[in-house]
Structures are given as C-alpha cells and as structure tokens.
C-alpha cells in the first residue's frame, strides 16, 4: 500500500524523515512524500532535506503563503488529485499546521484512511490556529500515535475511542538522536553571519501570531531580551514572518547586534548547535520546547500555556508568559542556579519511528 506521508512547514520534516526512512524498508509499504509546499524559502524548506538526507518530494503542491482559508483550501484542492492517483493509500500527516488539518479532510472524506503523528496535543487555546488544526485532525484520524501520555487521556475526553491511539514516543527525537553527532558548532554559525562569537550565549525564536503580530508586544519582547542580552548576548534566527513584523513595526533598531544577535533561519544542524551550547533558551516554538528538553538545556516559554506538557513535568521547561518582569527573574534563576534539573520523557529515545511502522504493520 501507498503511505502518502504529507509534510508542508518546517517543523513536519523533522517528524516525517524517520517515518518515511524506516517504511522505505518495508516490503508493505511504500511511501510517497508529499510536500504542500507552505513553507516555500530555500532555508526554511531545502535546507532541511538536505541534511536530514530526506528523498525529494515526490510531489509539490507550491500552495505558499496566504490566509488560512487560501493555504489550506489550496492545499485540499491540490492534494485531491495527488491521493486519487495513489495506490490503495493511507494518508498519514504529521503535527498541526494547516497542511495537517487540509490533508487530513481530503482523506477522510474520501474514506481514505488517516494517520496523525503527534495526536493529542491540547494548549485548551483555541485563538492558537494550531490548536484548532490538532482538534480537527485527532477527530478524523483513524490511528492516532502520541508522543507523550498525557496526550490519551485529551483524545478520551473528546471521544476517540483508545484502541486507535497508540503511545510510540517523540518522532521528532528520532532526528535529534541521530543528528546530534552531526551538529554544527555555534561559533561557525555566528562566524558565517558576520557576528563575533560570544563565550556564552542564551538563544532565542519567536514566531507566534500572539508573540509577534502586535507592534507594542513585540517591542516589548526585544526590549527583555535586549535587557538579558547586556549580561549575556541573546542569539535570535528570526522567522521570516517575525522579520516581516519587526521591518514593520519599525523594530529594527533593536537587534542590536550586541545585545541581540540576529540570524537568518537557521538549519536543522545550525539550531542544533545554537540549542545544545545555549546557557538557555527562551522561545514560543512547540518542537524546541521538546528538544530543548531531550537536550537538557533549560527553556523558558513566552507563551500562557504549553500543549506539550511532558516537557513541564519531566523536563526543563518553565511556561512563564509574556510578562516581562516574570521572564527576567526566571531567567535570573537559571544563570545563578543553573534551572531546573529535567530527564527525558518516556519513549524520547529514537526509536519512535520503529514503533509507528510496527503498529502500521499490525493494522492495515
Ligand atoms: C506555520 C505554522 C506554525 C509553525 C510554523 C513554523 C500554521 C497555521 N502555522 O506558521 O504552526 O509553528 O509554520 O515555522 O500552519 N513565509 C516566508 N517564507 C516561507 C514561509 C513563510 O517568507 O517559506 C512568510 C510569509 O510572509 C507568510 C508568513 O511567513 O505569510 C507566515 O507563513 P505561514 O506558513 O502562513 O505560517 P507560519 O507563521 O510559518
């Protein structure tokens, strides 16, 4: 059988390139990867594949940017005919951008069977568009893997019923345990950028309508963060999107060069790097909260809440919000006492990817 494994933006293609690598190696499958082509720029897009030694799209859908309405109805017209000429397929999406939810619907429409990677999430913040997509998705999906076991007991209350939710662990892990020798060293990074290589550095991304969007919220984000980086330089790869607001927002000034040491996106091996040296990271991402978790390194969340609670409770992550006083006495905390011990949550072991392709074996 066809396993469509659909990828759209950056974050999915560090979850998919393990899966479609071990179903390459199935007599019973054969997947076919599908790019939506929402994320489009050379570095947020094939930069990626290659060094995640991911196959080229064997299709590319070259929706881009638009509203959500635009992308993710250009998205579900483009994939119908993609799906219609795959064989006996499965569709197996991953994460929760409009891409997901899009391919999703198509499928199960179609009584194509649907299979969501990182089901179970909930921030319970329905202003996030993510949120609505995983919501959406899980109640579509057929199977269901969870990369953490809180995540069963969201998918229970909202009536999916448990013997199609499997707990496999953190697809998105898998890449890191096997990149991680691989990673490249910050001070190249910089280097490349034309900055000058601090001894130590605390590392920053934000991207999140929430965070970025209002002129007044954003400034007050750069200005914590310039105020952090006077005793220790924050490193910031910016978004495309999150450049975009600050040009403007007439923000520029602020990234100083000094205080804050602004980037271009970054790679997957660069941002390994940057997040495996950082005394520690402050961000809005959902994957970096995780990684920064597999990694040890302590990570503050400029966000109210967290959809990925295994990085709370067992890991290094501290939700502290947008405040700036409470983001500045938290980071305060980790430079004097290093932060929270955290271990890695069950099944964060590279092998996720392994248990998805067994369980797909036994069901279909
Ligand atoms: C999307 C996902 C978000 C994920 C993020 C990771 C949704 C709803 N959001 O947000 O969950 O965390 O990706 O990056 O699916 N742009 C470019 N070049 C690109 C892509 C985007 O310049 O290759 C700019 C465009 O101005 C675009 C804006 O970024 O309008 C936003 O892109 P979009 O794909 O709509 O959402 P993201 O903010 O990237």
């Known amino acids: 059988r066809t396993v469509v494994c659909v990828v759209g933006a950056r974050p999915n293609y560090m979850k998919a390139a393990p899966i479609v690598a ?3 190696d ?4 054969r997947p076919l990867l599908v790019h939506t082509g929402q994320h489009y720029d050379p570095d947020m897009n094939d930069t990626f594949f290659a060094e995640l030694g991911m196959p080229a799209p064997d299709a590319n859908l070259e929706v881009g940017s638009g509203s959500h309405a635009v992308q993710t109805a250009q998205v579900m017209i483009r ?8 064989h006996d397929p499965i569709v197996l999406v991953v994460g929760d951008v409009n891409s997901t939810i899009a391919c999703a619907l198509v499928a199960a429409k179609k009584g194509v069977p649907v299979v969501h990677v990182e089901a179970g999430l909930r921030s319970r913040d329905r202003a996030m568009p993510e949120e609505i997509n995983r919501v959406l998705t899980d109640q579509i999906s057929d199977l269901l893997f969870t990369t953490e076991r809180s995540a069963a007991a969201n998918l229970t209350a909202e009536g999916i019923t448990p013997e199609r939710v499997h707990f496999v662990g953190n697809v998105m892990i898998d890449t890191l345990v096997a990149n991680l ?9 910089l280097a490349a950028a034309g900055l000058a290589v601090p001894e130590s550095f605390a590392l920053s991304t934000l991207h999140r309508p929430s965070n970025v969007d209002e002129p007044e919220v954003l400034a007050r984000l750069l200005d914590c963060l310039a105020e952090i ?6 490193v910031m790869p910016l978004h495309p999107r999150t450049r975009g607001r600050i040009e403007a927002a007439g923000l520029a000034h ?11 996106p970054q790679g997957y091996l660069a ?13 809005d991402s959902g994957g970096i909260q995780e990684e920064t978790t597999a990694l040890g390194i302590p990570c503050l969340t400029l966000r109210d809440n967290t959809e990925r609670p295994a990085t709370v409770e067992f890991g290094t992550n501290t ?5 700036t006083g409470r983001i500045l006495a938290a980071t305060r905390e980790i430079l004097d006492n290093g932060g929270k011990a955290g271990r890695v949550p069950e099944f964060w072991d590279g092998k996720a990817a392994l248990r998805i392709k067994a369980v797909l074996d036994s069901v279909f």
């Not at 994939?79 to 795959?86: G, W």
């Not at 939700?319 to 405040?323: A, E, L, Q, S, T």
């Open 79 to 86: 994939f119908e005919p993609v799906l219609d000429a795959a």
């Open 271 to 283: 941002m390994l790097g940057l997040m495996k040296h950082a005394r520690l990271v402050l961000t």
């Open 319 to 323: 939700v502290v919000g947008r405040d």
């Open 22 to 24: 071990a179903l390459k």
């Open 181 to 189: 020798p691989r990673a490249t060293a910050p001070a190249e990074t």
């Open 26 to 29: 199935s007599a019973r499958f």
């Open 229 to 234: 980086g006077r005793e220790l330089p924050v």
């Open 254 to 264: 602020k990234l100083d060069g000094r205080t804050i040491l602004p980037l271009g």
